[in-house]
């Protein structure tokens, strides 16, 4: 005879935990588990039956769920036997198997979700699991389960006697003969409907507008920095790490809390937000909390879901101290308990925020803690003792649990996976428990005053991640190089065209130069303009102004005038180089020689007379004189000129050059123009390494023309911009072989100026090629830090060069955790002197170092950091062009980086304009274009198509690069624009413009379209559906899911009939797409609801349905298998592998 079973509707957190676990299918992220050691003489039977009676009790632990009219309902057994399982297993590894066994998943349409097992050891100790699905059991319902267990555990006996007078709660057990009181007269199911009557009757209308007005302006995120890019969606992987918090900090929590009348929960909350605003830097964000949900006496002895999740916001704003964030906690807190009974779900639904699979709805990190007893099962003539189970799976991106332990707290940071690497987690960790014990020390100070650092990390990060002193020769740059012309004299030392330039001639040039300049007054500290077109002439002034004494000023002839005038009158500049009487600046007389047009008097560079500006000097410079100004771009329009003295480009020379290395068998490649500061480092590595210095041609810097140059000159050594590297030929299906391998002379690939996206290490980084990332601004002389780039592993600046310090500070310049983004700064031997004739932004930007020798400084950058636990550098972005769409922060560098990974995309560019977020494509050569077609239903390019393949042919679509990009980014960094561009503008130093990027259009196909009706039979059919699920009358093809008033738990019902529909061949709604398989499109069967949160309108919908559009051919083997088999085949694997 079939079990009698009676369905009842779902309550709201239900509804919502349905959906999550259909969006994560076949995982544990839902399962509570708790295991306990057994000693002494344990009576299986009798346990057997005392879990039968709670069964019995509550029929929530008799409940599946299944899919009803247009949403899911809970199912209730009248009668169910407890699942109980009895195993033997030997001692040794059997936590292990605990934690296998708990991370089972249920399949809530089946069940039970409620099941035990108890392990036999060799050693006659028992142990006893018992894991339930949250479904049906909360943190309250756990410990009245156990308690109810204890209560009706009676050894000897498998009957419990039919009644009893003590309580359920009460925490004595009952004598023996005596059982267990009636079932509750409120099951579940009563609890759900009174919710659910209540919801509909708007009795909590003015709970959920509370909540509403509350958040209404908060944050849509919680921005914790991430280890790695957060995906398109959200996996439950995670990661636990357990702190144990002393007894005496317990203590002075309490003590704290008490000052302000508040709760110790209150106050960890308090300190749990200002940890969390010093490691985003948001001061206005929201913390989830869970409460009980208890309120009304008659739901006290209840098991089942009856917790709801409180949406906290925490402001930190101004400078409160720890005190006084406690108080406005506690505030907000009572303000929040008469409205705690509004559900989470009408909260979200209410806010309506953005429907995100990347993250969680306004909750993206929570806060639990218990500061009562710890579980226990007591059973009568038994030991017993709580074995811990921490499970790798992770329902927000940082949950901190704190539970009693003994007399102390364990704090517990579990974690995603996907987002967090465990040992970052692990000095978070510990920095809270630095910043907790400064806040409950001096509770009176700011709380943003205290360190987050202890003092031996703050030493690891301070000092030991900057040990990277070398040694440096005595003399300067230009004697140096004076040396390897004596030691090589016929070894050729630059070539530029059709000139070539032994060591020797470039000597007795520069020498020659140098000694009419000394004749005409110049010295130490007289700047001298070089305003030069490329080629050998540059190499050669510079050098002779440098062996002149004086200091060298680059000017890029193909400026306008009045940047030009600007540079020279502020670098105040005596003397002006040029080519020749045609040059910029140049007097008007055909001698070539006299006062320019700037005002200065003006030279050539090949030999001519030189105008006194002087007495004539032998003076030699020393190592704090300047030995060039650099213009760089300035933030305000005006281009400002960084002072570098002799000492920095000495180190740069000498203990930085042998890092690259460039040695005297290299060809090196100069391809920035000379008035970009690498300039600096490809004359200067090559002159004082005695190697060969090849100057490309403007026609040779990018594409093909490059590739010949860098191939033609066999060059060994080459610093290129992102953009101009990834400009380079490159085979589709990469190299074949070795032997086939592009460019295989070339040895060391610098890049720098720009982030470097992964592709390009998956292209040029191969077994006998180091592609080097090398960062640092010109104000640190060229480079900071270095990397060795390997394919597969995150791109990263790395760490300080030689006699270079890096450190990533906040604020207030103290240093930051492992993980935490901060701002770098700067210091060491290849710091600038500061800014020519800018005393004030040079004061602003080269502070005193407090970490470094007396008298040291540093330079802050404006660029964001974070080192990981290995000490190494990532950079993460300029701080003053973090760019905010929306209410979410947005990385563009992380948009083009996962762009520049389809394998028909060349270059790509992000860019916002106005409230718009464009992308700028440069296809891959011979691909062609359709900007607003839909994909090519033969092209099979779906978002796991990746680099060196899975492309069949078709040209790049507006839709492909959405879809490509969607699948690997939350939605908000999907752009609103896609325009394809032949090129991407890139300025003189080889980055690309931004500036000169061109507007995207207005509108785009899929905005503000009218209605379209649905066309092929599978459109038709989803149209249906989401009209009956909506109670709409008409759906159009480009109709989005949400707009038209739909929400998860209405996908829930789309859900179940688009599979009813591919389970009848697809013949819903009238509609038949005559496919021989009998399914509808191929996949309505299959269909996952993270497909229809992926695919929101008709027409994206039916093209992946029917295998058309992104997506096509994915995980062939599972969407040919239910999910059940699917679940019982996990099941049984991990209980094979137990």
Known sequence: MAPVEYEFPVSPAQARMLVLDQLNPGTAQYNVPVAFAVRGPFDVAAFRAALDVVVARHESLRTVFRPGDGAYVQVVAEEAEAALRVLEVPAAGVHEVLRAEAAVPFDVEVGPLLRCVVYV???????????????????????????????????GTTAPASSVTAPVSSATAPDQGTGMPEPPPVQYADYAAWQRERLDAHALDA????????????????????????????????????????????????????????????????AFAAFLSRITGQRDFVVGVPVAGRDHPGLQGLIGLLANTLALRAEVAGEPSFLDLVTRVRDRLLAAHPHQEAPFEAVVEALAPGREL???????????????????????????????????????????????????????????????????????????????????????????????LAAGERHRVLHEWNRAAAPVPAGLVPDLVAERAAE??????????????????????????????????????????????????????????????????????????????????????????????????????????GPGAFGVPVTTVDGGAIPSIGPATDARPTLRDTAYILYTSGSTGRPKGVAVEHRALLNLATAVRPQFPVTSEDRVLQYVSFGFDVAVSDLFFTFVAGAELHVAAECERLGEDLYARLRDSRITYAFLPPSAAMSLPYPPDGWRDAQEEGLPELRTLAIGGEACPP?????????????????????????????????????VIGRPVANTRAYVLDGRLRPVPVGVTGEIYLAGANLARGYANRPALTAERFVADPFGPPGERMYRTGDLGRYDADGVLSYLGRVDTQVKLRGFRVELGEIETVLAAHPGVAMAAAAVRGDRLAVYVVPTAGLG??????????????????????????????????????????????????????????????????????????????????????????????????????DLTQVGLHDNFFDLGGNSIRLLAVLAALREDGRNGGRANGQADGRADGRAGGRDGGIKLVDLFRHPTVATLAAFLDGTGPGAGDEPEQRGRSRRERLAARRNAQRGEM
């Open 121 to 155: 050891l060799d050693d006659g100790s028992h142990l006893v699991l018992l894991t339930a699905h949250h479904l049906v059991c909360d943190g309250w319902s756990l410990r009245l389960l156990l308690q109810e267990l204890a209560d009706a555990y009676h050894p």
């Open 207 to 270: 709970a959920v507008a509370y909540w509403a007005d509350s958040l209404a302006d908060a944050p849509g995120t919680l921005a914790l920095p991430t280890d790695h890019p957060r995906p398109a969606v959200q996996s439950t992987a995670g990661g636990v790490h357990r702190l144990n918090l002393p007894p005496d900090l317990r203590e002075r929590l309490a003590k704290v809390a008490a000052e302000r009348n508040a709760t110790p929960f209150t106050a960890m909350f308090a």
């Open 358 to 452: 990347s993250h969680d709805p306004l909750v993206q990190v929570m806060l639990a803690y218990d500061d009562d007893t710890r579980l226990a099962l007591d059973l009568r003539g038994c030991v017993t003792e709580r074995v811990e189970l921490l499970l790798d799976d992770a329902k927000f991106d940082l949950l901190l649990n704190v539970q009693r332990d003994g007399d102390g707290l364990a704090a517990h940071f579990v974690h995603r996976a996907d987002l967090f690497e465990r040992e970052t987690v692990r000095h978070w960790a510990h920095a809270f428990e630095t910043l907790l014990d400064g806040l409950l020390d001096r509770p009176d100070l700011p709380v943003t005053a205290h360190d987050l």
């Open 488 to 593: 090589r004299p016929d070894a050729t030392a630059l070539v530029c065209g059709s000139v070539r330039l032994t060591y020797r001639e470039l000597l007795e040039r520069a020498d020659g130069l140098a000694a009419g300049l000394r004749a005409a007054g110049v010295g130490p500290e007289v700047p001298v303009g070089l305003c030069l077109s490329r080629g050998a002439g540059m190499a050669v002034a510079a050098l002779g102004v440098l062996r002149a004494g004086g200091a060298y000023v680059p000017l890029d002839p193909g400026h306008p005038e009045a940047r030009l005038r600007f540079m020279i009158e502020d670098a105040g500049v005596r003397l002006l180089i040029t080519d020749g009487p045609e040059g910029p600046g140049a007097p008007a007389d055909t001698a070539g020689n």
């Open 759 to 795: 592709e390009l290490v998956a292209r040029w980084a191969t077994a006998r090629r180091r592609v080097v990332d090398a960062y640092g601004p010109s104000e640190n002389t060229v480079y900071a830090t270095t990397a060795d780039l390997v394919p597969g592993r995150p791109v």
């Open 929 to 1030: 274009t359709e900007p607003d077609a839909a994909p090519d239903a033969g092209s099979g390019v779906g978002p796991d198509a990746g680099p060196g393949g899975g492309r069949r042919g078709g040209p790049l679509t507006v839709v492909e690069v959405r879809s490509w990009l969607g699948a690997r980014l939350p939605g908000y960094m999907v752009p609103d624009a896609v325009v394809f561009v032949p090129e991407l503008p890139v300025s003189k130093s080889g980055k690309v413009d931004r500036q000169r990027l061109p507007e995207p259009p207005l509108t785009r196909p899929d905005l503000d379209s009218p209605y379209v009706p649905p066309g092929t039979p599978t459109e038709r059919r989803i149209a249906g559906v989401w009209a009956a699920a909506l």
